[in-house]
């Protein structure tokens, strides 16, 4: 059985930081490109950050570059996501997602989401 699990949300006022971390199991994590989406209330959801599956490449979306830092340990099957700097943009829930590359292309997965609340 699939499954990504997300954890690490909550409330923080603007400046904080959290980490947010994706618990994968049921599939060969090693073989997935990682993802972290975000939704805000009223808005589509949108690409923050991803890394290949060695972890050598990463991709942020402008609007968090020098803030956040997605990172990956393939022996626990986790990925996380330092947020620094929060501010109160940043209120979403965010997703894991997975992709499969090469042998595991076409294979999607995602989480079910943890709220993260930026507020004073």
């Known amino acids: 059985q699939v499954q990504l699990v997300e954890s690490g949300g909550g409330l923080v006022q603007p400046g904080g930081s959290l980490r947010l971390s994706c618990a994968a199991s049921g599939f060969t994590f090693s073989s997935y490109v990682m993802r972290w989406y975000r939704q805000a209330p009223g808005k589509e959801r949108e690409l923050v950050v991803a890394i290949t599956i060695g972890g050598g490449s990463t991709i942020y979306a402008d609007s968090v570059k020098g803030r956040f830092t997605i990172s990956r340990d393939n022996a626990k099957n986790t990925v996380y996501l330092q947020m620094n700097s929060l501010k109160p943009e940043d209120t979403a829930v965010y997703y894991c997602?997975?992709?499969?590359?090469?042998?595991?292309?076409?294979?999607?997965?995602w989480g079910q989401g943890t709220q993260v609340t930026v507020s004073s």
């Open positions: 997602n997975a992709v499969g590359a090469g042998w595991a292309s076409g294979n999607l997965y």
